[in-house]
């Protein structure tokens, strides 16, 4: 294994790891290039000018073709929730590979039973119906689909800034700019404002359930949030003026992903989906990112806000990197789905079930929902110090591994840091060995999301990178 070498000068000593990648033997680096132009589509963009080329993962690393370690902070967009090829859910695919691949759910197999129980154990009443897919695009979709036909209604409200998927029904509550094609999707679907207490009109020292908050001042007494009042006076006049007296539903984000884990007021949600309830509409939680521990405090994200959704959706770290998602509502929501036929061929298929099974164990068992509090806990302080010497980290959110650092020109004018300047720190600490996301709907947003098993010595080295790529840019600057 080839030590680190670094294009860029650093004091961060990357912490040790005693695993050792198999010698890379596939196809030479500008073979790979070359397939890539020719045959797959170029929609699937690549990360980085030099195309990073992974041939191996353990846990919270990834190797390359070279044999260079990095520090994986966005866990394949917040996917590989407990570690990259983590012994025991590869042992539990395995095991099944081996046994039973594939039938269908036209017959019954031991592991989408045990699964099925499993997950509910982790819900609360009375969510407890469970519908396996294979993808968060997918599990959305039939979440909306849900909320139609049991309301017997069509309007869907979403948040701005909300990512719910890339299929023809997603993208109508889809509010991310980049994500839009010139194709009819919003049919049936309105967006509201975002209640964003950084960047939106009203925002304040105390709004947001994180260890940081805003730099914007406010002058509210406890118990009372100018802002959260504003944004909700905002949901009612899009409830009263754009959408009929009857609505299907409501769907968001506990924290938003894509768009660089933003946060709302303490008490939006409750309040809009009380608001949303009043008009006969259901609430979706989506919990694609933020469900199985991530925010740390508790399990799902819903439950950061005191509220019970009527469905729920679960994607990304529901299998660790195993193409698999589901929805869970109650028995009432989904029977009307059963008076026609829904088929989904490989949703719940002895496999997925098998590595879902696994991954909800590990999380028990290496208490990763308590690490990702005291590790994201630890690394957003350590973040927040960062904010407060430089001038162009304008925001850093979050809770538990779920976390957003926001660019900035300068923390008067909240601009967002143009896209070449963010490129050059990005790059610069994947060339020191950190890979992180970027999101935002300027792409102004750091996302970090790691592998829930990243432990302090890696925030403290991650943090010596970004210290130094920030610094680096300050240098380009003057």
């Known amino acids: 294994q080839q030590k680190w070498k670094s294009s860029i000068s650093t004091q961060a000593k990357m912490p040790p790891c005693d695993f050792v990648p198999e010698k890379y033997n596939s196809y030479p680096y500008e073979r790979m290039l070359k397939i890539r132009e020719k045959h797959i589509s170029p929609s699937l963009r690549t990360y980085y000018k030099k195309p990073l080329l992974l041939h191996q993962g353990h846990m919270q690393w990834l190797f390359d073709h070279e044999g260079r370690r990095y520090l ?6 917040a996917t590989v929730g407990v570690g990259h090829c983590h012994p025991k859910v590869t042992m539990a695919t395995q095991q099944q590979l081996a046994r039973l691949w594939h039938t269908t759910n036209i017959y019954m197999h031991p592991s989408i039973h045990e699964y099925a129980e499993k997950l ?18 997918e599990a959305n979709d039939l979440a909306v689909l849900m909320a139609r036909l049991y309301t017997r209604n069509f309007d869907i409200v979403s948040l701005r800034g909300g990512y719910h998927g890339g299929s023809a029904c997603t993208l109508g509550v889809t509010s991310v700019g980049l994500y839009k094609h010139a194709v009819a999707t919003r049919f049936g679907c309105s967006t509201t404002m975002l209640p964003d207490v950084f960047r939106g009109p009203w925002g304040g020292s105390h709004c947001r359930d994180s260890p940081v ?14 802002a959260n009042d504003q944004y909700i006076e905002q949901f009612k006049d899009t409830l009263n003026t754009s959408l009929p007296k009857t609505i299907a539903g409501f769907i968001a984000e506990p924290i938003q992903g894509v768009n660089g884990a933003v946060q709302y007021p303490r008490n939006f949600l409750k309040e809009a989906y009380r608001l949303v309830r009043e008009r006969g509409g259901l609430c979706i939680s989506d919990e694609i990112q933020t469900g199985f521990g991530r925010t ?14 009527d469905i729920v959706t679960l994607a990304k770290t529901i299998g660790n990197g195993f193409p698999m998602a589901a929805v869970v509502t109650t028995k009432e929501i989904a029977s009307p789905l059963a008076q026609n036929l829904h088929f989904n061929t490989f949703g719940g298929n002895p496999l997925a079930c098998a590595a879902g099974g696994a991954v909800l164990d590990v999380i028990e068992e290496d208490g990763l929902q308590k690490h990702s509090e005291d590790v994201g806990t630890y690394m957003l302080l350590e973040l927040a110090k960062l904010r407060d010497k430089f001038e162009i980290v304008g925001d850093v959110r979050g809770k538990g591994l779920m976390i957003g650092v926001e660019m900035v020109t300068d923390k008067d004018s909240r601009h967002p840091l143009p896209a070449e300047e963010m490129n050059q720190i990005w790059e610069d600490c994947k060339d020191m060995g950190v890979l992180i996301g970027k999101g935002g709907l300027y792409g102004q947003t750091f996302r970090i999301k790691p592998p829930m098993c990243i432990t302090k010595k890696d925030v403290d080295f991650a943090m010596e990178v970004f210290h130094s790529a920030l610094e680096r840019h300050m240098e380009r600057a003057a």
Do not use: M
């Not at 994986?72 to 967009?77: K, T």
């Not at 009443?125 to 519908?131: A, E, F, G, S, T």
């Open 72 to 77: 994986d902070l966005f866990a394949g967009i």
């Open 120 to 137: 509910a154990s982790f819900l609360p009443d009375p969510l407890k119906v469970i519908y396996l897919t294979n993808s968060g695009s």
């Open 213 to 226: 908050q805003t730099v914007r001042k406010c002058s509210c007494t406890e118990g009372v949030c100018h």
């Open 296 to 309: 740390g405090s508790h399990f799902w994200g819903f439950q950061t806000h005191d509220v019970v959704p």
